[in-house]
């Protein structure tokens, strides 16, 4: 369901969370009238003294003088509510926000995902809920507080001097009228800003990401630019957001200020008419000051609503996208078949009306040229993304029927690019199974040949490597990422392109490795290089989108298809 309602989506679909904090600040407000009300009671009876030529009571005045010392504590206590209540309330949000939304991202479908910039997913889970954050500690409470003390000035002093009163606030609705200018002006204004903001976080990402490549070909220039223009396009976007709706608000801050004016006006009226008293004008002076002042507080964040709503709005557009379903068990049969499948990427189609079976513990080798779509059927399987046509079962069952993590716990992946996490050697080994004793991690990393260059390490298993692994090579990544699977003991291996960029020493390290990973397990290898796969019990050859054959390596070298043809000449290469 689509909300469009302000206080839903500025607060990120959390509206209750303003309920405390409001009422709390709607009493602090309204408890800045008292020192006011008290302050005029003195000055009226001493006024009064002064002008009958009698003494002040000076147990009434004293009285006051202490009243407004208690008051002062008193007014310190709710001030103090309403801050921690202010402030509570928007970390909370803020903190187990993020946390939800990185969950729920973590629930979606890889295609969902994909589909975004990695730096737009980061920019929402950060900014966005930064904006949040001071919507609700800053914005929202403050102006609906500041919005109802004034209506309830205005209501008190209608029974006191309803022509006084109506005059304080007769330029109220133009004020009204400038601040929805600014509003719609701030909307548009805002969703500029906000996407020169993603744009410049997304070349940020780019550069630094890409800054080895940058350098190696020379693009420091071209690349840097592209980064200046899009700061440019951000400092130019934030300073038409202010250059333009900041005279609105002072529009409307004017329009609010000639009440007093007009007020003036007609209170010298209503005192030569005999319906006013001086007391009673210098009463409405004092209130209607005072009154005005959290209303133009309220103005200028009134104004920033749009902006803030916009972020919160993003944060909800993510949440709603549907996570993956599916609630069934994982059945104890391991075969996967394929029937009739067809996938697009967008409107790019990329399998077609393909069928084919992987049998529990039955090796499985795809190959093809590049594009044809075989890295597609390992995400199929993966159930990375959902197939458009036909269906794929596990164990008999449609996979989009079971559980998603308990079916994720049945599969490992190795893949040419490994990705480590910011974390140590054995941390990252241990993702395969959380709580493994260190026999079960030493053993695996025997297997998968780690501790050749784990033991030469300073801290061994414990020692920390960086995000991009730039403390490892390409063999002992992926020597990790073998150690990974093992550990993890699934019983469905999906293989992509292992040992396409290794050289000779590391590839046969990691064919050791691979072959203690694949004992009795179902196996999905997708390469290049055809001598990983001869040995499989079935070969694909995949080209776009379709199995144009398929067989093992004896059968299909006596076809003298497009797979012989291959074979032939990468032998061919090797013989030169």
């Not at 209540?85 to 990185?102: D, F, N």
């Not at 009739?340 to 189609?349: E, G, H, L, M, W």
């Not at 941390?427 to 998968?448: D, M, P, R, W």
């Amino acid at each position: 369901m689509k909300h469009s309602n302000i206080f839903y989506q500025t607060t990120a679909g959390e509206p209750k969370k303003l309920i405390k904090p409001v009422i709390l600040t709607t009493i602090a407000e309204l408890i800045h009238f008292t020192p006011i009300i008290v302050i005029f009671w003195a000055m009226e009876h001493m006024l009064r003294s002064f002008l009958e030529n009698t003494p002040p009571d000076m147990g009434l005045l004293s009285g006051l003088g202490v009243f407004l010392i208690v008051f002062l504590a008193v007014m310190l206590f709710f001030e103090s509510l309403s801050y921690k209540a202010l402030y509570k309330e928007a970390y909370e949000v803020s903190a187990t926000g993020r946390i939800s939304l990185a969950e729920h991202i973590a629930s979606l479908p890889l295609g969902a995902i994909e589909e975004k910039d990695p730096g737009s997913l980061a920019y929402v889970l950060m900014n966005n809920y930064t904006n949040v954050e001071i919507a609700i500690s800053h914005k929202l409470p403050i102006c609906i507080a500041n919005t109802i003390v004034p209506s309830v000035v205005f209501i008190g002093l209608l029974f006191v001097n309803w022509q006084m009163a109506i005059a304080m606030f007769i330029c109220l609705p133009l004020a009204l009228v400038s601040l929805y200018l600014t509003q719609t002006l701030i909307d548009s204004l805002g969703s500029k800003q906000q996407a020169a903001q993603l744009e410049t976080a997304n070349r940020l990402q780019e550069y630094i990401e890409g800054i080895k490549v940058i350098k190696a070909y020379n693009l420091i220039g071209e690349k840097f630019q592209r980064l200046l223009l899009s700061f440019e396009r951000l400092r130019s976007a934030s300073f038409k957001m202010e250059a333009f709706a900041v005279p609105f608000v002072m529009f409307s801050l004017a329009f609010v200020g000639a009440g007093i004016g007009v007020m003036i006006i007609t209170g010298r009226y209503l005192i030569f008419a005999g319906a006013l008293d001086i007391f009673t004008f210098i009463a409405f002076l004092m209130i209607g000051t005072k009154a005005f002042v959290p209303f133009s507080i309220s103005a200028i964040a009134f104004a920033e609503s749009k902006y803030f709503q916009k972020a919160g709005a993003k944060i909800l557009e993510i949440k709603s996208q549907t996570p993956q379903i599916g609630s069934l068990p994982v059945p104890q049969d391991y075969s996967i078949v394929f029937e009739n499948v067809s996938f697009s990427y967008q409107d790019t189609p990329v399998l077609k009306n393909i069928s084919f079976e992987i049998r529990p513990n039955q090796f499985i080798g795809i190959t093809g040229p590049s594009g044809g779509g075989k890295s597609t059927i390992l995400k199929l399987i993966a159930r990375f993304y959902d197939v458009n046509e036909g269906n794929i079962y596990f164990g008999g069952k449609a996979i989009r029927t079971l559980d998603p993590n308990a079916y994720m716990e049945k599969i490992s992946m190795v893949y040419q690019h490994v990705y480590l996490f910011a974390d140590s050697i054995e941390n990252n080994i241990t993702l395969g199974k959380k709580h493994a004793s260190q026999e079960e991690i030493l053993e695996v990393c025997q297997k998968a040949n780690c501790m050749e260059f784990v033991s030469q390490m300073p801290e061994g298993l414990k020692t920390q490597i960086n995000s991009t692994t730039s403390n490892l090579s390409g063999g002992q990544k992926q020597r990790i990422s073998i150690a990974r699977a093992l550990l993890k003991d699934a019983p469905i291996v999906l293989l992509d392109e292992f040992s396409a960029a290794l050289d000779a020493i590391n590839e046969l390290k990691i064919q050791q490795a691979i072959q203690n990973l694949i004992q009795n397990k179902s196996v999905v290898a997708i390469a290049h290089r055809l001598k990983t796969i001869q040995n499989a019990d079935c070969i694909l050859y995949v080209d776009e989108g379709v199995i144009k054959e398929s067989g093992t390596h004896a059968e299909l070298l006596a076809k003298n298809g497009a797979y012989a043809k291959m074979w032939a000449l990468q032998n061919m290469g090797l013989s030169k």
